[in-house]
C-alpha cells in the first residue's frame, strides 16, 4: 500500500474517531466510545506506516489540515453546525495551504520516497 494511501486510511480513521468523541458525550457513552478508540488505534497505526516514507512535517500537516477540512463539513452536514464567512474563509485558507505544502513539496523533489530515503541512508 502506498504512503499516501496508509496516509489517507489514518486521516480518515481519525476523522471517524474524532466524530465519535461527540457521541461518546465524556466518554459515558459505551459503543461510542470503544469506537473512538479504535479508530484512533487504526488511525496511529496507519500513520506511522505513512511515516516510513512521508516527512514527519508533511505528513502532519496533511493529517492536520485534511482533518479540520472534513470535520468541518461534518459539522455543518451531519450536526447542524453554522459557520460564518470568516469561519468558512479560515477552512479555505487551510485547504490551500496544504495544496500548497505539497506543491512546494513535489517542486523540490524531497517527497520523501521510500528510495530517497534509501539513497540517503548512511550505508
Given at each position: 500500500?502506498s504512503?499516501?494511501l496508509?496516509?489517507?486510511?489514518?486521516?480518515a480513521?481519525?476523522?471517524?474517531?474524532?466524530?465519535?468523541?461527540?457521541?461518546a458525550?465524556?466518554?459515558?457513552?459505551?459503543?461510542?466510545s470503544?469506537?473512538v478508540?479504535?479508530?484512533?488505534?487504526?488511525a496511529?497505526?496507519?500513520?506511522?506506516?505513512?511515516?516510513?516514507?512521508?516527512p514527519?512535517?508533511?505528513?502532519?500537516?496533511?493529517?492536520?489540515?485534511v482533518?479540520?477540512?472534513?470535520?468541518?463539513?461534518?459539522?455543518?452536514?451531519?450536526?447542524?453546525?453554522?459557520l460564518g464567512?470568516?469561519?468558512?474563509?479560515?477552512?479555505?485558507l487551510i485547504?490551500?495551504?496544504?495544496?500548497?505544502?505539497?506543491?512546494?513539496?513535489?517542486?523540490?523533489?524531497?517527497?520523501?520516497?521510500?528510495?530517497?530515503?534509501?539513497?540517503?541512508r548512511?550505508r
Open positions: 500500500m504512503p499516501w496508509q496516509l489517507a486510511v489514518a486521516i480513521a481519525e476523522v471517524v474517531g474524532t466524530s465519535f468523541l461527540k457521541q458525550d465524556g466518554f459515558t457513552r459505551l459503543g461510542p470503544l469506537m478508540g479504535l479508530a484512533y488505534a487504526v496511529f497505526y496507519f500513520l506511522s506506516l505513512a511515516l516510513r516514507a512521508i514527519v512535517g508533511i505528513a502532519y500537516a496533511v493529517w492536520s489540515g482533518g479540520i477540512v472534513a470535520l468541518t463539513l461534518i459539522g455543518l452536514l451531519v450536526f447542524g453546525q453554522r464567512p470568516v469561519s468558512l474563509l479560515a477552512v479555505g485547504l490551500a495551504g496544504i495544496v500548497m505544502l505539497n506543491l512546494a513539496t513535489v517542486e523540490r523533489g524531497d517527497a520523501g520516497g521510500v528510495e530517497e530515503q534509501e539513497r540517503l548512511p
